[in-house]
């Protein structure tokens, strides 16, 4: 069975799984090899146990899982906006990370994982909300132009001995963002219904 659902303190390690496997995926060829190697299985489920722990407190983020029966196979997360200039322009929530092994691409859970967390979003009274693709992540870029994003900035990131430019896209906190071009961030409008906000919705 495919199901999105949110995330509970016992996803941290699938999380974490599909964390680093989805980056060797994503990011081989895109990012140094050192880079993609400094993420372990290990730290990550340190790092998703502290999130998820943090879940039920005020002003924490979102997170949920794409599950093919007892399997993670993808999650997402969103939040507020940690960017002034976008949320000074509408954009105040952000889909902070959005992963799906390559083996489950194709199945719906891309655009199931979106409209829980847009949902998650509106529920937290954002209206827009934005994310970060690296430049050259076609793949990627061309979902979430298919479900309605729309390039709103870019810049670099820069670590030791390398740099990688990466842009941000934005759009309203509807259901799977629009299926025409977005309005303006002056103008964004929520289109989302509370339906199916906070239980498992089939993928």
């Known amino acids: 069975m495919r199901i999105v659902r949110p995330a509970t303190a016992d996803d941290a390690a699938g999380i974490a799984r599909v964390h680093v496997q ?11 090899e050192a880079v ?10 340190v790092r998703w146990a502290n999130i998820l722990a943090r879940a039920s407190l005020p002003g924490a983020g979102f997170v949920c899982v794409a ?23 509408g954009y105040t929530g ?12 194709g199945l719906g859970f891309g655009r199931t994982l979106m409209r829980t967390l847009a949902a998650a ?17 076609g793949r990627a870029r061309g979902f979430y132009e298919r479900i309605g994003g729309v390039v709103i900035g870019r810049n670099e990131v820069e670590r030791p001995g390398w740099a990688r430019r990466r842009s ?10 629009h299926r025409t071009a977005p309005a303006p961030p002056a103008r964004l409008r929520s289109r ?12």
């Not at 937290?124 to 430049?135: D, F, Q």
């Not at 989302?192 to 993928?203: C, D, E, K, L, V």
């Open 36 to 45: 993609i190697a400094e993420h372990s299985v290990e730290s990550r489920t």
């Open 67 to 89: 599950a093919l029966g007892v399997e993670i196979v993808g999650f997402g997360s969103c939040g507020a906006q940690r960017k002034d200039g976008f949320r000074d322009c």
């Open 192 to 203: 989302t219904s509370p339906a199916a906000r906070h239980r498992g919705t089939a993928a």
């Open 168 to 177: 941000v896209m934005g759009g309203p906190s509807s259901l799977c963002w």
């Open 94 to 105: 952000e889909f902070t990370a959005l992963y799906l092994l390559r083996s489950a691409q």
């Open 22 to 32: 989805a980056w060797q995926e994503s990011y081989t060829g895109l990012l140094p």
């Open 121 to 137: 979003l509106t529920d937290r009274g954002h209206l827009g909300g934005s994310l970060w693709v690296i430049e050259g992540n």
